[in-house]
């Protein structure tokens, strides 16, 4: 599948929301829930407001991961966390995973990440979480440890898995 990732713009509200309605459940599978209020649509829109206006300060980037029909397939973020380390954050919609999407967009934002002046990013996912876990190794990111305590997510014990990548 072919993919691009686009910035984060007011115009995306509608079909992201959408997007995230329709993949609340497969998301909640694999990671803690954004709660009931996200999915209130006046609520999401005061999120996506404040994410656009935090967008805009240039201490993040919200991305959209589109196939060729212009289609929301993902999302994926780099939010500063510190001077030039930021974190990473990912999202594949049920209906795209397993055909490389994450890989590839993933390899779009380290290209763009490589010529700035950005030095580490981190990743973090839980620990059932294997395909994201395969999916930042083979893109470079060297797991760098994880959390002792568990805690209960869809009646599964888990906890969450560290990840690093230095721009070299």
Known sequence: M???????????????????????AY?????????????EFDRFLERHNALLEE??????????????????VGRIN?????????????RIGRDYTGMGVAKQALKLLIDEVKVSEIEE????TTSNNIASQKVLEKSGFNRVGHDE???????????????SWRNA
């Open 2 to 24: 072919e993919i691009r990732i686009d910035k984060l713009s007011a115009l995306d509200k509608d079909d992201l929301f959408r997007f995230e309605v329709a993949n609340r």
């Open 78 to 90: 780099l939010v500063c966390e510190e001077e030039n380390r930021f974190d990473l954050g990912y």
């Open 121 to 124: 990013v981190h990743a973090k």
């Open 55 to 72: 967008q805009s300060v240039g201490r993040t980037s919200f991305y959209l991961i589109r196939d060729r029909e212009n289609n929301i």
């Open 149 to 163: 305590e568990c805690f209960s997510m869809n009646g599964e014990q888990v906890n969450f898995v560290y990840y």
């Open 27 to 39: 998301f909640e599978e694999m990671v803690p829930t954004r709660g009931d209020e996200y999915y």
